[in-house]
């Protein structure tokens, strides 16, 4: 058996019954193999097996009262993956769904991905088995200060900074730093997504979704080509989706979808700028449904629980969460003369279909790398908190632009001097393993 198989072993006997997190390792592991059997350091320092295994895992009980009086208990948790390259760094998701396998596989995720955005950040991933939905702001808020009361503790500046994900935006990080203030006593830059006034950058909304469009015009100058023109389809309605659809509709592409956990909205006229400010505000203020969408736009159909893959497009933008795109998908997808994928969400396509947009040669951004520009400007919101001074929208926007350039640049090398040119997946995994390792070897056994 290789050396990547015996870790994966490793892995599945001391993780049973997480299958997203042995997904996202399998992927790594066996396309990182090429940089291991070239390096005999990497072997001898046993990297692989350390990079498998989590730095610290917190889980926590989380106790808060409702609206009506009554006592509700969530269970939290950090993920503190690896810290060889600087302080933990990824974001929390609030969602029901939350557990150990989903929140280990986007921290090892995030581990790679940071390391791609050149910025010294480690990798790490936090959250709740809360549901922000249908909640009141004061129920969202007391469930925030109580999550925070334990997890200030595990964090701060130079050891931990999270941020938003699913289900946590502006509202939650605001009431996540309150809490932190209080009991820490002091002002610091302890999460980012902060809002503008109190410490945040510029451009941390928009940065996961332009990113990820930024990652796809990297990705069609390889073939003389730009995104203007092009039908694209986009799933999720949330931060990532909605800046996704604003950076495309600025570049002259036409969005034909976006979606939520109930359903898909089709716009065969094209999701426009007002049509998109509308949504903004039925999903960031009233919180509502992307299917009212229907009633206020003509010519626009609702699906309910469908997913816009069998949609006829030049480029697909899966925005939402892992697994979104499946064999069956990516099958239709490529059926259907899709030729570009920039996964804006993290691990959206499952193995099969990965597989298949590889054979096929389609431009495939895998998220580790498409997506990098939120925690990039996260890091950019930590450089300029330090500094104590803000940076105007188009520095950030220009440093993140060019941060995506970089990872395309160097994952697209990497791919090719490992001989599988064009093969973002295998470039951006070994490239951002190869800092990593690099750097843990550094720190001696630790
Ligand atoms: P949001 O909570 O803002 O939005 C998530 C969107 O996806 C919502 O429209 C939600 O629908 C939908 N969704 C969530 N879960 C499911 C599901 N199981 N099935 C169908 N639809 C679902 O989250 P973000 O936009 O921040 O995150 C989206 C993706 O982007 C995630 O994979 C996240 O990890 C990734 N990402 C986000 C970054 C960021 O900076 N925010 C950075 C890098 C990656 P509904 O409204 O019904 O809940």
Not at 120 to 134: E, N, V, Y
Not at 202 to 218: C, D, H, I, N, S
Not at 239 to 249: G, R, S
Not at 288 to 314: H, L, Q, S
């Amino acid at each position: 058996m290789g050396l990547v198989q015996e870790v994966l072993e490793i892995v599945k006997k001391r993780n049973p019954n997480e299958p997203e997190f042995l997904q996202a390792v399998t992927e790594v592991l066996e396309s990182i193999e090429p940089a291991v059997q070239r390096n005999k350091k990497y072997r001898d320092g046993k990297i692989l097996e350390r990079l498998v295994e989590p730095e610290r895992i917190i889980q926590f009980r989380v106790p808060w009262v409702d609206d009506k009086g009554r006592i509700q208990v969530n269970r939290g948790f950090r993920i503190q993956m690896n810290s060889a390259i600087g302080p933990y760094k990824g974001g929390l998701r609030f969602h029901p769904t939350v557990n150990a396998s989903i929140l280990k596989f986007l921290a090892f995720e995030q581990v790679f991905k940071n390391s791609l955005t050149t910025l010294p950040m480690g990798g790490g991933k936090g959250g709740a088995d809360f549901d922000p939905k249908a909640k009141s702001d004061n129920e969202v808020m007391r469930f925030c200060q109580s999550f925070m009361t334990e997890l200030f503790r595990h964090v701060g500046p130079h050891t931990d900074v999270p941020a938003g994900d699913i289900g946590v935006g502006r509202r939650e990080i605001g009431y996540l730093f309150g809490q932190y203030k209080r009991l820490a006593n002091e002002f610091t830059g302890v999460l980012t997504g902060k809002a503008r006034n109190w410490g945040g950058s510029l451009m941390r909304p928009e940065a996961t979704g332009y990113g990820a469009v930024y990652f796809a015009q990297e990705m069609l100058k390889t073939r003389n080509e730009t995104i203007e023109g092009k039908i694209c389809t986009v799933s999720g309605a949330g931060n990532a989706a909605q800046f996704t659809v604003e950076k495309l509709i600025e570049c002259g592409a036409k969005v034909l979808t976006m979606s939520d956990s109930g359903g898909l909205i089709y716009d065969k006229n094209g999701i426009t700028e007002e049509k998109l400010a509308w949504i903004q505000s039925v999903k960031n203020v009233r919180r509502g449904r992307i299917k009212e969408y229907v009633k206020k736009f003509k010519g626009a159909k609702y699906v309910e629980g469908r997913r816009p893959w069998n949609i006829k497009c030049d480029c697909a933008f899966p925005c939402a969460t892992q697994n979104e795109i499946t064999g069956e998908d990516a099958r239709k997808l490529v059926e259907n003369g899709c030729y570009l994928v920039s996964e804006a969400a993290n691990m959206p396509t499952v193995p099969a279909g990965v597989d298949l947009f590889l054979e096929r040669k389609i431009l495939f951004g895998p998220g580790k790398a498409a997506n990098a520009g939120g925690v990039a400007v996260s890091g950019l919101e930590m450089s300029q908190n330090s500094m104590r001074l803000p940076w105007p929208r188009e520095e950030v926007d220009s440093r993140l632009r060019h941060i995506m350039s970089t990872i395309h640049k160097n994952a697209w090398g990497t791919a090719a001097e490992y001989g599988h040119p064009g093969n973002l997946v295998v470039g951006a995994n070994i490239a951002g393993f190869v800092k990593v390792a690099d750097a843990m070897l550094d720190q001696g056994v630790v």
